[in-house]
């Protein structure tokens, strides 16, 4: 294969995976998403919850048995944001397999992984929220944020909510805003190191 045919085939993948990461990546981050991870994936603190339904423990006193069981805020944090990022990874991989397969190309199991891994890891790292707010404090997005919210409608009583409430990082904010850009930029980053180590390993059917 002539260096201009690769460099073809190259920007061809290239642009099908990022395609495929960007269409895809709303389904996995929002549709597939559990609302209860969604809610609890950012949890820090040393207190503890309920592993049962991270309810804070100083809160319902008295549980015995295995809905007794508890652990950090932040151990439950991150259990949220495994289970989300293992299938949004699921998602993004199933759809990658399906496109190329259905064009007829076998991208190597060894490329698909590796962009899979980068995603994975970057998403679990900005989903906890303070990696993600340093990040933006660093591009002098504070302010922005601080403006940007949205205030949720009351849920009457017995609602999680019963009030009003001030939200900071949901949709319509500008910390989701942020989120979301972080996650497509580096999904383009993704698609290009898959396709480099597709065309590099001349593996391509």
Known sequence: MTDRLRAIEGLALFA???????GVHALGDQFVQSSHDASTKGMHGSHLVYTS???????????????GRTCTASAY??????RHVASYSAVQLASTLTVTRTLGYRVPAGA???GAAITALTHGILDRREPLLWLAEKA???????HATVVRKAGGQGTEYPKAVQD?????TALMELDQ???RAIGVAAALVTTWLTVR???RR
């Open 140 to 146: 002098g997005k504070t302010g922005y944020i601080q």
């Open 168 to 172: 900071v990082s949901g949709p319509g």
């Open 201 to 203: 390993k001349g593996t």
């Open 112 to 114: 698909l992984l590796a």
């Open 77 to 82: 944090g991150r259990r949220s944001v495994s």
């Open 16 to 22: 099908a995976l990022t395609a495929t990461f960007d």
């Open 181 to 183: 850009a972080a996650h």
């Open 53 to 67: 339904d991270g309810s804070p423990v100083d809160k319902a006193p008295g549980r015995h048995g295995k809905d």
